[in-house]
């Protein structure tokens, strides 16, 4: 049996500059983004802008789309579109980004946590329906990492209910549900553009949706309540939560790149699965047959705590690093929306409406135990960058993986130096 790497061996793989880097550019964005300075036409509601967004609605098979500042204001904005404020409840699963739950409280609506599916980290149906009460207006599913909730269920219990359903697709660009593309599914949905996520402009946002009268309520809200293509006769309190010429100049290439990078993931994923499943304890993400095409912000698997009694997911995810190199490494993932570090909605005087209201956004009247355990015992983690390379490197991601699993017994009383969280920093 090999020496692990965090206890002294030879690493799998010591080359951090091996692995794929994000984002990634070409020659043609720079020109693009040379040619847009020189137009001095740089702010909202530009070629580029409308270019990108009548493109990108119709990828994903939606009816209206248009561009916003970020993925937090895109649901923000989608629910203000629906009319949802204050006191109004809203479900968001307990494991998403806290901006999931924060754009409700930036709304005034009380956000209700619910836990979710052990296999997919996604809203739990049953647990949903049993949340639902006389003050739920919407529901929230997040497409996480790479699975998704069970769409068809959650759009007959939202036609049940007279709910609407609003997706977070701020990991899943280029993903499809029997065809479908998510975002075109529920009745609003909002993208992010963020950095590390799979179609990029440094920052940004997206929202579509079903109607006109609501694709013009964005337009308007985001626009400092101008109506759309200048009609004043419905325009709207608001402020700006616009977006540049540049960020669409980097989202028109980044489209152009994005089916081929999201087949190459998908690819690989299931491939990596394949070998992960031959691994005791060790237990790939269920995948929905109604998928059609998963995409990935993070390729994501499970620890089987029955056979590796002992071993947390933290020091599994250190031996990992210490493998493999990844860039941004691996960790656990998302805390539960109950003890969030950075969901925290009684810091902030402006929330604090009534003392009922205050009393209801409290994180902590709420139990997530599958959440939890996935963040403290089960949950694996590793940004996308790790599955976009060639097939070798699922291949050395497996045999990293087993190579912890056959020394877990020698890493369970293993203690890290000091106390950093920084994961990533293992992977340099």
């Not at 609506?109 to 949903?128: F, G, M, N, S």
């Not at 980097?250 to 699965?273: C, F, H, I, S, W």
């Not at 047959?289 to 056979?307: E, M, W």
């Amino acid at each position: 049996m090999a020496k692990l790497a965090l206890l002294g061996g030879k690493p799998v793989r010591a080359e951090a500059a091996a692995w794929p880097q994000w984002p990634v550019h070409n020659a043609k964005d720079i020109k693009r983004l040379t040619d847009l300075t020189r137009t001095n036409r740089w702010s909202f509601d530009g070629p580029y802008e409308w270019q990108f967004a009548e493109a990108y609605t119709k990828y994903q098979g939606a009816k209206y789309g248009l561009c916003c500042a970020n993925g937090t204001v895109g649901i923000q904005l989608a629910l203000e579109a629906l009319d949802i404020g204050a006191y109004d409840e809203v479900i968001v699963p307990g494991m998403t980004w806290q901006a999931t739950a924060a754009a409700c409280l930036d709304v005034n609506a009380v956000p209700v946590l619910v836990d979710v599916e052990p296999d997919t980290w996604c809203l739990d149906l049953e647990k949903t329906e049993a949340a639902i009460t006389k003050k739920t207006k919407a529901i929230i599913v997040v497409h996480l990492y790479g699975s998704m909730a069970d769409l068809d269920g959650l759009r007959k219990l939202c036609k049940k209910h007279s709910l609407y359903l609003v997706e977070d697709c701020a990991h899943q660009h280029g993903a499809f549900w029997k065809n479908k593309g998510v975002g075109s599914i529920g009745d609003v949905a909002s993208f992010s553009f963020q950095e590390s996520k799979v179609l990029s402009a440094g920052e940004g946002g997206f929202n579509m949706c079903k109607t006109k009268k609501v694709f013009e309520r964005i337009y308007s809200l985001r626009n400092c309540g101008r109506g759309y293509q200048d009609d004043m006769t419905n325009a709207i309190q608001s402020g700006n939560f616009r977006i540049t010429e540049w960020q669409a100049a980097m989202l028109a290439g980044g489209l152009e790149r994005l089916p081929k990078q999201v087949e190459t993931r998908d690819r690989n994923a299931l491939y990596l699965n394949s070998l992960l499943e031959q691994i005791p304890g060790v237990m790939p993400m269920r995948r929905r047959k109604q998928i059609t095409r998963a995409s990935y912000f993070n390729y994501v698997f499970r620890l089987d705590p029955r056979t590796l009694k002992g071993l947390t997911n933290d020091n599994f995810c250190r031996a990992l690093n210490a493998e493999l190199r990844v860039p941004e490494g691996f960790e656990p993932p998302y805390e539960p929306l109950n003890n969030c570090g950075l969901y925290k909605p009684h810091t902030k005087r402006r929330h604090k409406l009534s003392a009922e209201y205050w009393r209801a956004i409290d994180p902590r009247r709420y139990k997530l135990p599958v959440c939890k355990q996935a963040t403290e015992k089960t949950g694996v983690s590793v940004h996308h960058m790790a599955i976009m390379g060639p097939k070798k490197d699922m291949d050395d991601i497996a045999a990293a993986v087993a190579k912890v699993v056959e020394n877990a017994e020698a890493l369970k009383g293993w203690k890290p130096a000091t106390a950093r969280k920084k994961y990533k920093a293992l992977a340099k």
